[in-house]
Protein backbone atom coordinates (compact mmCIF):
# COMPACT_ATOMS: atom_id res chain seq x y z
CA UNK A 1 0.00 0.00 0.00
CA UNK A 2 0.70 3.26 -0.52
CA UNK A 3 1.39 5.92 2.58
CA UNK A 4 -0.65 9.20 2.43
CA UNK A 5 2.39 10.86 3.73
CA UNK A 6 6.01 11.00 4.58
CA UNK A 7 8.36 11.00 7.36
CA UNK A 8 12.50 11.86 7.38
CA UNK A 9 14.48 12.33 10.36
CA UNK A 10 13.99 9.79 13.01
CA UNK A 11 15.44 11.53 15.92
CA UNK A 12 13.69 11.91 19.01
CA UNK A 13 10.73 13.99 18.06
CA UNK A 14 10.52 12.21 14.18
CA UNK A 15 10.35 9.27 15.67
CA UNK A 16 7.56 10.35 17.96
CA UNK A 17 5.29 12.26 15.24
CA UNK A 18 5.23 9.42 13.15
CA UNK A 19 4.14 6.74 15.69
CA UNK A 20 1.38 9.51 16.18
CA UNK A 21 0.64 9.91 12.89
CA UNK A 22 0.47 6.38 12.52
CA UNK A 23 -1.90 5.48 15.80
CA UNK A 24 -4.34 8.51 14.55
CA UNK A 25 -4.65 5.68 11.61
CA UNK A 26 -2.65 7.04 8.50
CA UNK A 27 -0.48 4.75 6.29
CA UNK A 28 3.39 7.36 6.87
CA UNK A 29 6.65 5.98 5.17
CA UNK A 30 9.87 6.93 7.08
CA UNK A 31 13.40 7.39 6.23
CA UNK A 32 16.95 8.44 8.16
CA UNK A 33 19.93 9.48 7.04
CA UNK A 34 21.24 6.81 9.29
CA UNK A 35 19.79 3.82 7.82
CA UNK A 36 20.10 1.30 10.71
CA UNK A 37 18.19 4.04 12.63
CA UNK A 38 14.70 2.81 10.69
CA UNK A 39 14.91 -0.88 11.96
CA UNK A 40 15.11 0.57 15.64
CA UNK A 41 12.90 2.30 15.25
CA UNK A 42 10.32 -0.13 13.82
CA UNK A 43 10.82 -2.58 16.56
CA UNK A 44 9.99 0.51 18.77
CA UNK A 45 6.77 1.22 17.16
CA UNK A 46 5.18 -1.91 18.37
CA UNK A 47 1.57 -2.34 16.68
CA UNK A 48 2.14 0.52 14.91
CA UNK A 49 4.45 -0.67 13.04
CA UNK A 50 1.48 -2.12 10.56
CA UNK A 51 0.86 1.18 9.40
CA UNK A 52 4.71 2.26 8.84
CA UNK A 53 6.65 1.23 5.65
CA UNK A 54 10.02 1.69 6.26
CA UNK A 55 12.36 2.78 3.41
CA UNK A 56 16.03 2.65 2.86
CA UNK A 57 16.95 5.07 0.48
CA UNK A 58 15.33 8.76 -0.40
CA UNK A 59 14.06 6.64 -4.08
CA UNK A 60 11.97 3.97 -2.70
CA UNK A 61 10.60 6.57 0.08
CA UNK A 62 9.69 8.87 -2.37
CA UNK A 63 8.28 5.76 -4.75
CA UNK A 64 6.33 4.60 -1.44
CA UNK A 65 4.42 7.59 -0.86
CA UNK A 66 0.57 7.79 -2.87
CA UNK A 67 0.74 10.90 -5.16
CA UNK A 68 0.46 14.02 -4.72
CA UNK A 69 3.04 13.20 -2.16
CA UNK A 70 3.62 15.09 1.18
CA UNK A 71 6.84 14.43 3.22
CA UNK A 72 7.48 16.23 6.72
CA UNK A 73 10.99 16.99 7.31
CA UNK A 74 12.16 16.60 10.94
CA UNK A 75 15.49 16.83 10.65
CA UNK A 76 18.32 19.65 12.71
CA UNK A 77 17.44 23.15 12.27
CA UNK A 78 19.69 25.12 9.23
CA UNK A 79 22.06 23.31 6.84
CA UNK A 80 20.57 20.13 7.32
CA UNK A 81 16.93 21.07 6.43
CA UNK A 82 18.41 22.94 3.10
CA UNK A 83 20.82 19.84 1.85
CA UNK A 84 17.64 17.20 2.20
CA UNK A 85 15.35 19.71 0.59
CA UNK A 86 18.50 19.44 -2.34
CA UNK A 87 18.15 15.73 -2.37
CA UNK A 88 14.24 15.56 -2.63
CA UNK A 89 13.41 17.99 -5.48
CA UNK A 90 15.27 16.10 -8.34
CA UNK A 91 12.09 13.08 -7.32
CA UNK A 92 9.17 15.35 -6.81
CA UNK A 93 7.48 17.07 -8.68
CA UNK A 94 4.89 20.21 -8.68
CA UNK A 95 2.35 18.53 -7.10
CA UNK A 96 4.67 17.48 -4.21
CA UNK A 97 4.94 19.45 -0.84
CA UNK A 98 8.17 19.43 1.53
CA UNK A 99 6.53 20.15 5.06
CA UNK A 100 9.73 21.70 7.25
CA UNK A 101 8.62 20.82 10.93
CA UNK A 102 11.45 21.71 12.88
CA UNK A 103 12.56 24.53 15.19
CA UNK A 104 13.88 26.52 12.01
CA UNK A 105 14.91 30.12 11.81
CA UNK A 106 11.60 32.15 10.09
CA UNK A 107 13.61 33.96 7.74
CA UNK A 108 14.97 30.71 6.54
CA UNK A 109 11.71 29.23 5.79
CA UNK A 110 10.86 32.77 3.91
CA UNK A 111 13.59 31.96 1.54
CA UNK A 112 12.69 28.55 0.96
CA UNK A 113 9.17 29.50 0.12
CA UNK A 114 10.60 31.53 -2.23
CA UNK A 115 13.20 29.42 -3.41
CA UNK A 116 10.04 26.34 -3.74
CA UNK A 117 8.16 28.46 -6.05
CA UNK A 118 10.94 29.47 -8.05
CA UNK A 119 12.06 25.75 -8.32
CA UNK A 120 8.34 24.30 -8.09
CA UNK A 121 8.35 22.20 -5.60
CA UNK A 122 5.52 23.49 -2.97
CA UNK A 123 6.99 24.41 0.84
CA UNK A 124 5.41 24.55 4.02
CA UNK A 125 6.66 25.58 7.45
CA UNK A 126 5.52 24.59 10.47
CA UNK A 127 6.19 25.35 13.96
CA UNK A 128 5.74 21.78 16.15
CA UNK A 129 5.68 22.69 20.18
CA UNK A 130 5.19 20.32 23.01
CA UNK A 131 8.57 18.41 23.16
CA UNK A 132 8.48 14.71 22.72
CA UNK A 133 5.60 13.51 24.87
CA UNK A 134 3.30 16.51 22.22
CA UNK A 135 4.91 15.15 19.29
CA UNK A 136 3.73 11.49 20.27
CA UNK A 137 0.26 12.01 22.08
CA UNK A 138 -1.04 15.85 20.39
CA UNK A 139 1.44 18.82 19.72
CA UNK A 140 0.32 22.83 19.16
CA UNK A 141 0.89 22.82 15.36
CA UNK A 142 1.60 26.68 13.60
CA UNK A 143 1.96 26.75 10.01
CA UNK A 144 2.63 28.65 7.52
CA UNK A 145 3.34 28.59 3.52
CA UNK A 146 0.64 28.67 1.17
CA UNK A 147 -2.96 28.21 2.73
CA UNK A 148 -4.29 25.89 -0.59
CA UNK A 149 -0.94 23.53 0.41
CA UNK A 150 -1.76 23.94 4.30
CA UNK A 151 -5.32 22.91 3.15
CA UNK A 152 -3.91 19.72 1.09
CA UNK A 153 -2.30 18.24 4.95
CA UNK A 154 -4.74 20.16 7.73
CA UNK A 155 -6.88 16.75 7.96
CA UNK A 156 -3.34 15.00 8.88
CA UNK A 157 -1.79 17.75 11.11
CA UNK A 158 -5.27 18.41 12.80
CA UNK A 159 -5.90 14.81 13.68
CA UNK A 160 -2.47 14.67 15.03
CA UNK A 161 -2.74 17.72 16.80
CA UNK A 162 -3.64 18.38 20.65
CA UNK A 163 -7.28 19.11 21.11
CA UNK A 164 -8.71 21.90 23.64
CA UNK A 165 -11.77 20.98 24.58
CA UNK A 166 -12.07 19.03 21.09
CA UNK A 167 -10.82 21.95 18.60
CA UNK A 168 -7.80 21.01 17.05
CA UNK A 169 -4.60 23.13 18.19
CA UNK A 170 -3.30 23.01 14.51
CA UNK A 171 -3.72 26.85 12.59
CA UNK A 172 -2.28 28.35 9.79
CA UNK A 173 -0.56 31.53 10.32
CA UNK A 174 0.49 33.16 7.38
CA UNK A 175 2.64 32.88 4.22
CA UNK A 176 6.02 31.56 4.23
CA UNK A 177 7.71 32.07 7.54
CA UNK A 178 4.59 32.68 9.73
CA UNK A 179 4.37 29.33 11.44
CA UNK A 180 7.99 29.06 12.56
CA UNK A 181 7.57 32.85 12.96
CA UNK A 182 4.84 32.68 15.69
CA UNK A 183 6.84 29.13 17.05
CA UNK A 184 9.91 31.41 17.62
CA UNK A 185 7.68 33.82 19.78
CA UNK A 186 6.01 30.96 21.82
CA UNK A 187 9.78 29.63 22.38
CA UNK A 188 10.88 33.20 23.25
CA UNK A 189 7.63 33.21 25.87
CA UNK A 190 9.09 29.92 27.39
CA UNK A 191 12.71 31.09 27.48
CA UNK A 192 10.78 34.02 30.28
CA UNK A 193 8.23 31.85 31.36
CA UNK A 194 10.96 29.51 32.56
CA UNK A 195 13.10 32.81 34.18
CA UNK A 196 10.17 33.98 35.71
CA UNK A 197 9.55 30.38 37.67
CA UNK A 198 13.82 30.01 37.95
CA UNK A 199 13.52 33.28 39.99
CA UNK A 200 10.87 32.68 42.28
CA UNK A 201 12.57 29.67 43.23
CA UNK A 202 15.97 31.64 43.57
CA UNK A 203 13.49 33.71 46.43
CA UNK A 204 11.87 29.85 47.85
CA UNK A 205 15.83 28.30 48.18
CA UNK A 206 18.25 31.49 49.00
CA UNK A 207 16.05 34.20 50.39
CA UNK A 208 13.68 31.78 52.37
CA UNK A 209 15.60 28.68 52.67
CA UNK A 210 13.02 25.57 51.58
CA UNK A 211 14.74 22.46 50.35
CA UNK A 212 13.93 21.14 46.97
CA UNK A 213 10.98 18.98 48.15
CA UNK A 214 9.49 22.27 49.99
CA UNK A 215 9.95 24.40 46.70
CA UNK A 216 8.55 21.75 44.67
CA UNK A 217 5.05 21.71 47.05
CA UNK A 218 5.04 25.52 46.74
CA UNK A 219 5.02 25.01 42.88
CA UNK A 220 2.49 22.33 42.74
CA UNK A 221 -0.07 24.70 45.31
CA UNK A 222 0.12 27.28 42.42
CA UNK A 223 -0.33 25.20 39.69
CA UNK A 224 -3.74 24.62 41.40
CA UNK A 225 -4.52 28.49 41.13
CA UNK A 226 -4.40 31.29 38.21
CA UNK A 227 -0.89 30.10 37.43
CA UNK A 228 -1.77 26.54 36.64
CA UNK A 229 0.81 26.17 33.61
CA UNK A 230 2.50 22.93 32.32
CA UNK A 231 6.02 24.82 32.95
CA UNK A 232 4.53 25.21 36.95
CA UNK A 233 3.29 22.06 36.76
CA UNK A 234 6.74 20.29 35.77
CA UNK A 235 8.70 22.75 37.96
CA UNK A 236 7.01 20.69 40.78
CA UNK A 237 8.15 17.72 39.28
CA UNK A 238 11.08 18.58 38.68
CA UNK A 239 12.00 19.66 42.19
CA UNK A 240 10.52 16.98 43.62
CA UNK A 241 12.64 14.42 42.27
CA UNK A 242 15.95 12.59 43.92
CA UNK A 243 18.80 11.62 42.01
CA UNK A 244 18.67 7.70 41.97
CA UNK A 245 23.10 8.00 42.21
CA UNK A 246 23.65 10.17 45.26
CA UNK A 247 20.17 10.22 47.13
CA UNK A 248 20.15 14.37 46.58
CA UNK A 249 17.40 16.34 45.08
CA UNK A 250 17.72 16.15 41.11
CA UNK A 251 17.77 20.09 41.11
CA UNK A 252 20.92 20.44 43.60
CA UNK A 253 23.54 17.87 41.29
CA UNK A 254 22.36 19.85 38.38
CA UNK A 255 24.89 22.61 37.19
CA UNK A 256 23.46 25.52 37.08
CA UNK A 257 24.08 26.41 33.11
CA UNK A 258 21.34 26.99 30.64
CA UNK A 259 21.94 25.60 27.37
CA UNK A 260 20.13 26.67 24.33
CA UNK A 261 19.26 27.01 21.00
CA UNK A 262 18.74 29.86 19.55
CA UNK A 263 14.96 30.43 19.28
CA UNK A 264 14.85 32.90 22.37
CA UNK A 265 17.61 35.02 20.59
CA UNK A 266 15.68 34.83 17.60
CA UNK A 267 12.87 36.31 19.16
CA UNK A 268 14.76 39.46 20.85
CA UNK A 269 16.53 40.03 17.67
CA UNK A 270 12.84 40.16 15.73
CA UNK A 271 11.74 42.54 18.45
CA UNK A 272 14.69 44.83 18.02
CA UNK A 273 14.42 44.70 14.36
CA UNK A 274 10.39 45.79 14.82
CA UNK A 275 10.99 47.96 17.59
CA UNK A 276 8.31 45.99 19.65
CA UNK A 277 9.94 45.95 23.63
CA UNK A 278 9.95 42.33 24.85
CA UNK A 279 11.98 43.53 28.03
CA UNK A 280 11.02 40.30 30.25
CA UNK A 281 11.95 37.75 26.95
CA UNK A 282 15.36 39.72 26.77
CA UNK A 283 16.26 39.64 30.00
CA UNK A 284 15.49 35.13 30.45
CA UNK A 285 18.21 35.22 27.41
CA UNK A 286 20.86 37.39 29.29
CA UNK A 287 19.99 35.43 32.52
CA UNK A 288 21.00 32.36 30.23
CA UNK A 289 23.96 33.52 28.81
CA UNK A 290 24.96 34.87 31.96
CA UNK A 291 24.25 31.35 33.47
CA UNK A 292 26.67 29.77 31.42
CA UNK A 293 29.48 32.34 32.24
CA UNK A 294 29.98 29.66 35.40
CA UNK A 295 33.94 31.20 35.94
CA UNK A 296 32.77 34.76 36.05
CA UNK A 297 30.80 33.98 38.22
CA UNK A 298 32.60 32.40 40.36
CA UNK A 299 35.55 34.84 40.08
CA UNK A 300 32.75 37.45 40.63
CA UNK A 301 31.66 35.96 43.91
CA UNK A 302 35.61 35.62 44.89
CA UNK A 303 36.08 38.90 44.24
CA UNK A 304 32.95 40.95 45.78
CA UNK A 305 31.26 38.28 48.08
CA UNK A 306 27.93 36.45 47.35
CA UNK A 307 25.44 38.82 48.49
CA UNK A 308 23.87 38.02 51.92
CA UNK A 309 20.69 36.21 50.07
CA UNK A 310 18.49 35.18 52.66
CA UNK A 311 15.52 37.09 54.20
CA UNK A 312 14.34 38.12 57.64
CA UNK A 313 11.55 35.75 58.64
CA UNK A 314 7.94 37.34 57.36
CA UNK A 315 9.90 39.63 54.66
CA UNK A 316 7.95 38.03 51.85
CA UNK A 317 5.28 35.73 51.58
CA UNK A 318 4.26 32.90 49.19
CA UNK A 319 1.12 35.24 48.56
CA UNK A 320 3.61 38.06 47.73
CA UNK A 321 5.72 35.48 45.32
CA UNK A 322 2.56 34.13 43.60
CA UNK A 323 1.21 37.28 43.28
CA UNK A 324 4.39 38.58 41.42
CA UNK A 325 4.40 35.59 39.06
CA UNK A 326 1.26 36.50 37.77
CA UNK A 327 1.71 39.96 37.40
CA UNK A 328 5.28 39.13 35.53
CA UNK A 329 3.47 36.55 33.83
CA UNK A 330 1.04 39.11 32.06
CA UNK A 331 3.77 41.68 30.81
CA UNK A 332 6.10 38.83 29.37
CA UNK A 333 2.53 37.76 27.30
CA UNK A 334 1.56 40.88 26.97
CA UNK A 335 5.54 42.18 25.00
CA UNK A 336 5.20 38.33 23.55
CA UNK A 337 1.67 39.52 21.68
CA UNK A 338 2.77 42.48 21.05
CA UNK A 339 5.90 41.65 19.32
CA UNK A 340 3.31 39.46 16.80
CA UNK A 341 0.72 41.93 16.57
CA UNK A 342 3.40 44.54 15.03
CA UNK A 343 5.30 42.14 12.90
CA UNK A 344 2.50 40.92 11.29
CA UNK A 345 2.64 43.59 9.09
CA UNK A 346 6.35 44.19 8.58
CA UNK A 347 6.09 40.32 6.89
CA UNK A 348 3.20 41.34 5.37
CA UNK A 349 1.07 38.67 6.98
CA UNK A 350 -2.27 39.30 9.24
CA UNK A 351 -1.42 36.92 12.13
CA UNK A 352 -4.58 35.63 13.76
CA UNK A 353 -4.03 37.26 17.48
CA UNK A 354 -6.84 35.62 19.25
CA UNK A 355 -6.15 32.19 17.38
CA UNK A 356 -2.79 32.15 17.76
CA UNK A 357 -3.29 32.22 22.07
CA UNK A 358 -6.14 29.55 21.37
CA UNK A 359 -3.41 27.34 19.56
CA UNK A 360 -1.33 27.31 22.17
CA UNK A 361 -4.04 26.37 24.95
CA UNK A 362 -2.97 22.39 24.73
CA UNK A 363 -0.12 20.49 23.45
CA UNK A 364 2.59 23.21 23.41
CA UNK A 365 5.43 24.35 26.19
CA UNK A 366 3.89 27.20 27.53
CA UNK A 367 0.13 26.11 27.84
CA UNK A 368 -1.71 27.60 30.69
CA UNK A 369 -5.02 28.16 31.72
CA UNK A 370 -4.07 31.93 31.67
CA UNK A 371 -3.75 31.46 27.88
CA UNK A 372 -7.76 30.84 27.24
CA UNK A 373 -8.62 34.36 29.23
CA UNK A 374 -5.98 35.54 26.81
CA UNK A 375 -7.68 34.38 23.65
CA UNK A 376 -10.67 35.63 24.81
CA UNK A 377 -9.35 39.36 24.92
CA UNK A 378 -8.05 39.35 22.08
CA UNK A 379 -10.53 38.63 20.00
CA UNK A 380 -12.05 41.25 21.45
CA UNK A 381 -9.04 43.81 20.56
CA UNK A 382 -6.69 41.58 18.64
CA UNK A 383 -4.01 44.71 18.47
CA UNK A 384 -4.36 46.07 21.94
CA UNK A 385 -1.52 44.98 24.22
CA UNK A 386 -3.42 43.03 26.89
CA UNK A 387 -2.76 44.70 30.02
CA UNK A 388 -5.53 47.14 29.15
CA UNK A 389 -7.53 44.18 28.49
CA UNK A 390 -10.53 44.18 31.34
CA UNK A 391 -9.72 40.76 32.90
CA UNK A 392 -5.71 41.62 32.79
CA UNK A 393 -6.20 45.22 33.64
CA UNK A 394 -7.68 43.86 36.76
CA UNK A 395 -5.32 41.14 37.41
CA UNK A 396 -2.50 43.80 37.17
CA UNK A 397 -4.14 46.06 39.04
CA UNK A 398 -4.82 43.52 42.15
CA UNK A 399 -0.91 41.73 41.62
CA UNK A 400 1.52 44.90 41.02
CA UNK A 401 1.96 46.32 43.98
CA UNK A 402 3.81 42.34 45.18
CA UNK A 403 5.40 42.59 42.31
CA UNK A 404 7.09 45.97 43.23
CA UNK A 405 7.24 43.89 47.01
CA UNK A 406 8.86 40.90 45.39
CA UNK A 407 11.41 42.85 43.57
CA UNK A 408 12.54 45.44 45.58
CA UNK A 409 13.00 42.35 48.21
CA UNK A 410 15.60 41.32 45.92
CA UNK A 411 17.33 44.26 45.02
CA UNK A 412 18.04 44.72 48.69
CA UNK A 413 19.26 41.51 49.51
CA UNK A 414 21.18 40.19 46.27
CA UNK A 415 18.65 38.26 45.18
CA UNK A 416 18.85 38.37 41.41
CA UNK A 417 15.50 38.82 39.10
CA UNK A 418 15.92 40.19 36.13
CA UNK A 419 13.07 39.26 34.27
CA UNK A 420 10.63 40.17 37.20
CA UNK A 421 12.54 43.48 37.67
CA UNK A 422 12.28 43.73 33.49
CA UNK A 423 8.61 43.31 34.09
CA UNK A 424 8.05 46.00 36.99
CA UNK A 425 9.67 48.33 34.53
CA UNK A 426 7.81 47.76 31.80
CA UNK A 427 4.66 48.17 33.79
CA UNK A 428 5.99 51.42 35.46
CA UNK A 429 7.17 52.96 32.00
CA UNK A 430 4.19 51.86 30.43
CA UNK A 431 1.35 54.14 33.24
CA UNK A 432 3.80 56.58 33.18
CA UNK A 433 2.55 59.98 30.91
CA UNK A 434 5.69 62.05 30.93
CA UNK A 435 8.73 60.02 30.77
CA UNK A 436 12.87 60.78 30.85
CA UNK A 437 12.58 60.78 26.67
CA UNK A 438 12.73 64.27 26.82
CA UNK A 439 16.57 64.28 28.38
CA UNK A 440 17.56 61.98 25.49
CA UNK A 441 15.86 64.20 23.28
CA UNK A 442 18.29 66.92 24.58
CA UNK A 443 21.07 65.04 24.29
CA UNK A 444 20.41 63.75 20.60
CA UNK A 445 20.05 67.33 19.47
CA UNK A 446 22.72 68.54 21.15
CA UNK A 447 25.89 66.11 20.30
CA UNK A 448 23.68 65.75 16.75
CA UNK A 449 21.55 68.77 16.04
CA UNK A 450 19.04 65.79 15.65
CA UNK A 451 15.75 68.25 16.83
CA UNK A 452 13.32 67.43 19.25
CA UNK A 453 9.51 68.20 19.78
CA UNK A 454 8.22 70.48 21.44
CA UNK A 455 4.76 70.00 24.26
CA UNK A 456 4.00 73.47 23.30
CA UNK A 457 4.40 73.23 18.97
CA UNK A 458 4.37 71.62 16.22
CA UNK A 459 7.22 70.51 14.04
CA UNK A 460 10.72 70.22 14.29
CA UNK A 461 13.39 71.96 16.51
CA UNK A 462 16.62 72.93 18.35
CA UNK A 463 17.65 73.96 21.51
CA UNK A 464 19.74 76.85 22.27
CA UNK A 465 22.52 75.32 22.34
CA UNK A 466 22.84 75.44 18.69
CA UNK A 467 23.83 78.82 18.85
CA UNK A 468 25.87 78.72 22.03
CA UNK A 469 22.93 80.20 23.68
CA UNK A 470 22.51 77.64 26.93
CA UNK A 471 26.48 79.31 28.00
CA UNK A 472 26.15 80.69 31.14
C1 LIG B 1 8.69 23.22 22.30
C2 LIG B 1 10.08 23.58 22.73
C3 LIG B 1 11.06 22.88 21.85
C4 LIG B 1 12.45 22.77 22.41
C5 LIG B 1 13.24 24.03 22.28
C6 LIG B 1 13.93 24.43 23.56
O1 LIG B 1 7.93 24.14 22.05
O2 LIG B 1 8.40 22.03 22.24
O3 LIG B 1 10.27 24.95 22.65
O4 LIG B 1 10.98 23.43 20.59
O5 LIG B 1 12.46 22.28 23.68
O6 LIG B 1 14.19 23.74 21.30
O7 LIG B 1 14.87 25.35 23.22
P1 LIG B 1 16.23 25.59 23.96
O8 LIG B 1 17.08 24.38 23.74
O9 LIG B 1 16.72 26.80 23.28
O10 LIG B 1 15.90 25.79 25.41
Redesign the pocket.
Known sequence: DLSEIGLIGLGTMGAALSLNIAEKGFRISVFNRTVSRVDGFLAEAGPLAERITPTRSLEDFVASLAEPRAIILMVPAGEAVDAQIAALRPLLGPDDLIIDAG?ANFHDTNRRAAEAVAQGVPFLGIG????EE?ARHG?SIMGGGDRANWDRVSHILEAISAKYEGEPCATWMGEGGAGHFV?TV??GI??ADMQLIAETYGVLRDGMGLSAAECGEVFGRWNDGPLRSYLVEISARVSAATDPETGSPMLDVILDR???????RWTVIESQQVGAPVPVIEAAVAARNLSAALETRRAGQELFGAAPQSLPDGTLSLDDLEAAMIAGKIMCYAQGFDLLARTGAQHGWALPMPEIAEVWREG???RSDMLNDMAAALRGEPERNLIFADYFADLVARNHVALRKVVSTGALHGLPMPALSAALSYFDMIRTERSTANMLQAQRDFFGAHGFERIDAAGKHHGPWASGQDRP
Request: hydrophobic share 20%; charged share 15%.
Open positions: NVSGGGPKHNEYAGQKGTGCII
